[in-house]
């Protein structure tokens, strides 16, 4: 097997200020969680299915690419993405090694769909993936009976074969991880009878709510053990016209620029705003953020709206632990926010961001002191005690460890700094957020 993929450029240092205000209107890339389903379930699907707005970053990319190494029809046309899928079941022998970059999602979700294939596949990634745990899906994929041969510790390179046809199972969550629940659904799809997935704290459901719109069978109870899926399988999807919402994940960094920059007034557009992503504007919110969410509607079966964000004195809060599923991602640049409130900002309850694209709790807290920020690493999270609104120190150059939210968390945090923030290289960002600098450059940014 090979070993991580190398990047094949050089690196690319990046340092953002902002002169005077941030002001304008923005839009932000398509979702990176729906994009990816969207792939993943028209690939299924007999037919042609047409996605607009989808993220076209590296992560998605490689998503469409391992689908078209297991028989999917893929291109884009007009702006616009066309899929002819192969059917529930009809996945072929990928003839390559499926390479997952540093998407943990396309991995974690692929493997689910492989599982109940008759088929082997042998994943590989960037260094930063090949660190990632995927033991939390190889465990009940190894139940519905797929066979792995993964690097010790269960990681990537790994090489699965499916079984078909697979066990069904009915499997509790033993951590709160809206990608292992995905991947049990998507395996119980081609597996007879029905597959269950409990889920003890609610994640994010852009699985449920798109294999509803695919016309799968799908039963969602509340049970005393939490929320129970439970999706019929041997299903037959049926195509769809999809169009992506922004990504609220893209978008909290405008977000957090707007509110820490003096004077800015920033709008963005067509936000997503699904209850179980949209735990970062409540969180800021209550540290007296003003942001308003205006022209709520629905796009695509998921709830979108207009941000309008006005520069805010933040005041610190402790975050409660149970919103950490609906912004989970959000948390490094919530930290950034955290660093410009008054007082101590207390945030636990976050150990699943010790196993992101990097330990982001560890990464932001050695980033965030270099900067002149008083922090203080918890096992489970970080206590950031903030400037009161004054740019903070910067003068560093920080280390983004190939991960895209700390790259752009710290440009952030440069834009209201003494002495630039350096970050050692941006292009991560390409994973979720191709064109961030040129959205912050539009909103003034230099
Ligand atoms: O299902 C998804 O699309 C995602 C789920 C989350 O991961 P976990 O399932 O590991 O919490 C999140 O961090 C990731 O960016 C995308
Ligand atoms: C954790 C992330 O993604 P993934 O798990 O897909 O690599 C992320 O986008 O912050």
Request: with cysteine; hydrophobic share 45%; proline share 7%.
């Amino acid at each position: 097997m090979t070993g991580p993929a190398q990047p094949s450029s050089a690196p690319l240092p990046l340092s953002l200020v902002a002169e005077g205000p941030l002001t304008g209107t923005t839009g932000v890339p398509g979702d990176k969680s729906i994009s990816h389903r969207s792939l993943m379930l028209g690939a299924l699907a007999v037919g042609e299915t047409v996605i607009d707005g989808l993220l076209e970053g590296e992560d998605v990319l490689a998503t469409a690419a391992a689908m078209r190494a297991m028989g999917a029809d893929i291109t884009r046309r007009d702006s616009r993405w066309h899929v002819h899928g192969v059917g529930v079941g009809g996945l072929l022998q990928p003839q390559v090694a499926l390479d997952m970059g540093n998407s943990g999602t396309s991995t974690r979700l692929l493997m689910g769909l492989v599982a109940s294939h008759p088929i082997t596949a042998t994943f590989i990634g960037d260094a930063s993936l090949s660190r990632r745990p995927m033991g939390r899906v190889i465990d009940p994929l190894a139940l519905m009976g797929a066979r792995f041969a993964a690097s010790p510790g269960g990681r990537l390179p790994l090489t699965m074969t499916g079984l078909c046809p697979a066990v069904p199972l009915t499997y509790t969550l033993p951590v709160a991880s809206a990608q292992v629940k995905s991947a049990v659904l998507l395996a119980g799809l081609n597996t007879p009878g029905e597959t269950t997935v409990i889920e003890p704290v609610a994640t994010r459901d852009h699985s449920e709510r798109m294999l509803a719109g695919f016309g799968a069978v799908l039963r969602i109870e509340g049970t005393a053990q939490g929320r129970a899926i439970t999706l019929t399988g041997e299903a037959e999807l049926r195509p769809q016209a999809i169009t992506v919402p922004g990504d609220p994940s893209s978008a909290a960094f405008p977000m957090v620029a707007a509110l820490v920059v003096p004077g800015s007034a920033v709008t963005i557009t067509n936000v997503g705003i699904n209850p179980t992503r949209a735990g970062l504007i409540g969180v800021l919110q209550a540290m007296g953020a003003d942001i308003a969410v205006v022209n709520e509607r629905s796009v695509g079966g998921e709830p979108v709206a207009d941000l309008v964000v006005r520069h805010s004195p933040l005041t610190s809060i402790e975050v409660p632990p149970d919103v950490v599923p609906s912004m989970v991602d959000e948390f490094p640049v919530l930290f950034v926010a955290a660093a410009f409130a008054n007082g101590r900002t207390v945030m636990r309850g976050l150990d699943e961001l010790r196993v992101k694209e990097s330990d982001r709790i560890a990464v932001m807290a050695r980033g965030l002191a270099a900067c002149d920020v008083t922090v203080e690493e918890l096992p489970d999270g970080l206590i950031v005690s903030g400037s009161g609104g004054e740019a903070v120190g910067g003068g560093a150059t920080i280390a983004t460890e190939l991960d895209h939210r700390i790259a752009m968390s710290f440009a952030v945090l440069g834009l209201h700094a003494r002495q630039p923030v350096t970050i050692d290289d941006a292009r991560p960002i390409a994973t979720s957020f191709p064109g961030f600098v040129a959205m912050l450059q539009g909103l003034g940014a230099r």
